[in-house]
T-cell receptor, first 114, second 113 residues
Framework: GEEVAQTPKHLVRGEGQKAKLYCAPI?????VFWYQQVLKNEFKFLIS????????ETGMPKERFSAKCLPNSPCSLEIQATKLEDSAVYFC????????????FGNGTRLTVT | DQQVKQNSPSLSVQEGRISILNCDYT??????FLWYKKYPAEGPTFLIS?????DKNEDGRFTVFLNKSAKHLSLHIVPSQPGDSAVYFC????????????FGQGTELSVKP
């Protein structure tokens, strides 16, 4: 499609439960990025993909967070055993090229951990 | 460490006047800079970008200026319109970082009729 599609829009999980977020990048875009917005105006980079391959995972909390981008499927970000501090808006973005190319963002998934 | 900084959390401008949003960066490896606009409950929308080989890029009412020696960029919106009211983020990337963007903290622009 012409837009990055993120589902669900809202997700509520009890502490310790699993959360799974989905992202369909723009058709033809080979690069996918996940960001976490905890405070209102701070974007934290989590992970990026080139097609189905992890390119950069330096921002991922390795113990509980994982992500995949498999062929012919939406990309996913999974959080095992959620904690209160995982409450945030998670944005997915895609781009056509690796360098000097704007990222196009979805509208985010708001995760609330209670 | 905050590699991209927007020191003004908010800015209020009269409709029709110029809005100037500022951004400073510390990493001299950054070579591509962008401005995004964000409305509540939506994702950031790409506005305009500039490569480090240029010092100015213009698109309609939006102009981005880059001063590499000062590690400073700015976004000019003229004339400002009430629909421009949003949070504006500057972002930067380095060629060897795989397209990853580092964002500033945002400036909330309010354009008053």
């Amino acid at each position: 499609g012409e837009e990055v599609a993120q589902t669900p829009k809202h997700l509520v999980r009890g502490e310790g439960q699993k959360a799974k977020l989905y992202c369909a990048p723009i058709k033809g875009h080979s690069y996918v990025f996940w960001y976490q917005q905890v405070l209102k105006n701070e974007f934290k980079f989590l992970i990026s993909f080139q097609n189905e391959n992890v390119f950069d995972e330096t921002g991922m909390p390795k113990e509980r967070f994982s992500a995949k981008c498999l062929p012919n499927s939406p990309c996913s970000l999974e959080i095992q055993a959620t904690k209160l501090e995982d409450s945030a808006v998670y944005f997915c973005a895609s781009s056509r090229r690796q360098a000097n190319s704007p990222l196009h963002f979805g509208n985010g998934t708001r995760l609330t951990v209670t | 460490d905050q590699q991209v900084k927007q020191n003004s959390p908010s800015l209020s401008v009269q409709e029709g006047r110029i809005s100037i949003l500022n951004c400073d960066y510390t990493n001299s490896m950054f070579d591509y800079f962008l401005w995004y606009k964000k409305y509540p409950a939506e994702g950031p929308t790409f506005l305009i970008s500039i490569s480090s080989i240029k010092d100015k890029n213009e698109d309609g009412r939006f102009t981005v200026f880059l001063n590499k020696s000062a590690k400073h960029l700015s976004l000019h919106i003229v004339p400002s319109q009430p629909g421009d009211s949003a949070v504006y983020f500057c972002a930067a990337s380095a060629n060897n970082q795989g397209g990853k963007l580092i964002f500033g903290q945002g400036t909330e622009l309010s354009v008053k009729p």
